[in-house]
């Protein structure tokens, strides 16, 4: 991967993180006190950054790979015999 490419998902991601925060920060912003407001902060910084790699990678489609679900196989005890 080149260092121009890396350099742009960076800011695709830092742009998404930013309007992501920017949002969610103007809907809440009734709910922000004044004695909890590093918390607030902090919390909507943190919610904002894991919205933001979903969104990115679901948009983008960078690093999506689908989840193979491993099947189990029936055994011979989980056979039941009738006869």
Do not use: C, W
Not at 64 to 71: D, H, L, T
Request: no cysteine.
């Amino acid at each position: 991967m080149s260092n121009k490419k890396a350099a742009s998902k960076k800011t695709i991601r830092k742009e998404a993180r930013q309007k992501i925060y920017d949002k969610l920060a103007a809907a809440l912003a009734e709910f922000k006190t004044g004695k909890n407001e590093k918390k607030f902060e902090k919390k909507l910084k943190k919610t904002s950054k894991l919205f933001a790699v979903d969104i990115v990678k679901s948009v983008y489609g960078t690093g999506v790979k689908p989840v193979k679900k491993k099947i189990e196989q029936p055994t011979e005890s989980h056979i039941h015999k009738t006869a």
